[in-house]
């Protein structure tokens, strides 16, 4: 019960929710990435990257000099669930779409040099 507490409470603060929202839409995505997207600085988007992460639902996989976040592989049906109406819902947000046009519209990877 505690690991789904802390899954549900990490999805309640809604610069993660936006962080998800690019990950769910994206492969992979590095700090600068998500800074120009979410027009937020570094330590922000780290912290609520850690947070992500110590609940499960972001991986962090180092190439080179830089640092990738991607999403957890669901380990459950109900995590299969929970991803899909998540995507679903975030998708067709008016924020995520508009975080999203950003990452495209900058070229992803081209901020990070």
């Not at 600085?41 to 976040?69: C, F, I, M």
């Given at each position: 019960m505690k690991q789904a507490a802390r899954l549900f409470k990490s999805?309640?603060?809604?610069?993660?929710?936006?962080?998800?929202?690019?990950?769910?839409?994206?492969?992979?995505?590095?700090?600068?990435?998500?800074?120009?997207?979410?027009?937020?600085?570094?330590?922000?988007?780290?912290?609520?990257?850690?947070?992500?992460?110590?609940?499960?639902?972001?991986?962090d996989r180092r190439e080179g000099v830089w640092v990738y976040y991607s999403l957890v592989a669901p380990d459950s049906p109900q995590r299969r669930e929970l991803q899909a109406i998540l995507t679903r819902?975030?998708?067709?947000?008016?924020v995520a779409r508009a975080d999203h046009d950003r990452l495209v519209g900058f070229g992803q990877g081209n901020r990070c040099a």
């Amino acid at each position: 019960m505690k690991q789904a507490a802390r899954l549900f409470k990490s999805l309640a603060d809604e610069t993660r929710l936006r962080i998800l929202a690019l990950l769910l839409a994206e492969e992979k995505l590095c700090v600068c990435d998500l800074m120009a997207a979410l027009e937020l600085p570094q330590s922000t988007v780290s912290r609520h990257l850690a947070q992500l992460k110590n609940a499960g639902w972001v991986d962090d996989r180092r190439e080179g000099v830089w640092v990738y976040y991607s999403l957890v592989a669901p380990d459950s049906p109900q995590r299969r669930e929970l991803q899909a109406i998540l995507t679903r819902h975030l998708h067709s947000d008016p924020v995520a779409r508009a975080d999203h046009d950003r990452l495209v519209g900058f070229g992803q990877g081209n901020r990070c040099a």
